[in-house]
């Protein structure tokens, strides 16, 4: 007997909606800006809304307002324009498009980067499973020279925004996903609240950092049986300007980092705000220091300078850490989170669109 096989069942994927949150500071970055909202619009699984979220900046916010304003009219991959409703900073942004999100999931790409076309496509993967609360990406550094310093090791990529040497390759359950690349179930903000003031970035002060790290200890606290995936295909590539390529940068973004990670600590406790730093410190660190003596000895270029980098980086970091402790302890340091009120409504979910053979890929291992 013969017939004609069953049509496939729609990807739930397919029928997903995002809303993208970018959060924006400084016209210095106004073409970056039109370029990360653009990469988000040509997305194979197309956003329902992209939140553009100015931080306290009345010329950069009527200037977008004023760029955008074809896109007032709602529909799918319109663009709003909104002013950080909270006080200075990334977190408070990012806490303004969470409140404004239709989505039923929300993700956010920095203002200097673009993603790659599959990005979003990538994040909807990982959510065939109900337990996965977040997803993050592999973020690539567009070196503003055009490559890599000879100096800078892989394993602190994440200085400058960027995935680095020593996390696991493929689709993996991690503790924290990075927050310039990441998407979260917008239940996710219900259950554990917000991104907290006071730890993350504001504009062009000192790089502060971890508010995505201390969020997601928070959100597995709140919610023991969440999984927090990163599946290294949802690619976004993340400029880094030539400022940062710099060793002084380094230098402030580590001791910045270890201040960042005293703060988390005092949130959620040293055990698990530390847990992935003891491994990373631990294995990772003096691999890429013997990496680099070896490359020295062999008389690469750069292979001494990289050996030395991770261990002024880890020095940097140690001092910072110490400092933010004793400021923590004094109650010289705050910051608060708390739940995210919606201010619009939630888009009603949409029927599942039929896979393309461009949106069909197989799962990754978790």
């Known amino acids: 007997m013969t017939g004609t096989a069953p049509a496939p069942a729609p990807s739930p994927a397919a029928g997903r909606r995002f809303s993208v949150v970018v959060c924006a500071y400084t016209e210095d970055r106004w073409e970056d800006v039109l370029a990360a909202v653009d990469s988000v619009r040509a997305q194979s699984l197309p956003a329902l809304e992209v939140l553009l979220v100015v931080d306290h ?19 799918p991959g319109e663009v709003r324009v909104l002013a950080n409703a909270g006080p200075r900073g990334l977190s408070a942004g990012r806490n303004t498009g969470i409140a404004a999100a239709r989505g039923e999931f929300v993700a956010f790409l920095d203002d200097d980067a ?9 994040f909807s993967l ?27 090791p892989e394993e602190f990529d ?3 925004g960027c995935t680095y040497r020593g996390l696991p390759p493929g689709r993996v ?17 219900d259950a554990a609240g ?10 062009d002060k000192r790089p502060l950092g971890c508010e ?7 959100l597995s606290k709140a919610l023991p049986k969440a999984v927090l995936l990163i599946d290294d295909r949802a690619v976004i590539h993340h400029k880094v300007p030539t400022v940062r390529e710099q060793f002084a940068y380094f230098r402030t973004r580590t001791y910045a980092e270890g201040l960042s990670k005293a703060l988390v600590a005092k949130s959620v406790g040293a055990g698990k705000g530390l847990e992935s730093e ?10 890429g220091v013997l990496r680099g003596l070896r490359d020295a000895a062999r008389r690469r270029p750069g292979g001494a300078g990289r050996a030395g980098a991770i261990v002024a980086g880890v020095a940097a970091a140690a001092g910072g850490y110490a400092v933010g402790t004793v400021r923590a302890r004094r109650g010289g340091v705050t910051f608060s989170s708390g739940p995210v009120e919606r201010t619009a409504p939630a888009e009603p979910a949409a029927a599942p669109a039929a896979p393309t053979d461009e949106n069909t890929s197989a799962n990754g291992t978790t």
């Open 114 to 122: 673009v993603a790659e076309r599959d990005w979003l496509h990538y």
């Open 57 to 75: 900046n009345p010329v950069l916010l009527d200037r977008l307002e004023r760029e955008y304003a074809k896109d007032a009219a709602s529909g």
């Open 173 to 189: 359950r991690v503790r924290n996903v990075l927050g310039g690349n990441a998407s979260f179930r917008r239940t996710a903000f």
């Open 278 to 287: 003891r491994r990373y410190t631990t294995r990772v660190l003096p691999a």
């Open 158 to 160: 994440w200085v400058v």
């Open 126 to 152: 990982g959510y065939d499973d109900p337990a996965v609360m977040a997803v993050g990406g592999r973020t690539d550094a567009a070196w503003a020279s055009g490559r890599r310093p000879v100096w800078f």
């Open 194 to 203: 917000g991104f907290a003031t006071g730890i993350g970035r504001d504009g």
């Open 212 to 218: 995505e790290t201390e969020l997601c200890i928070r």
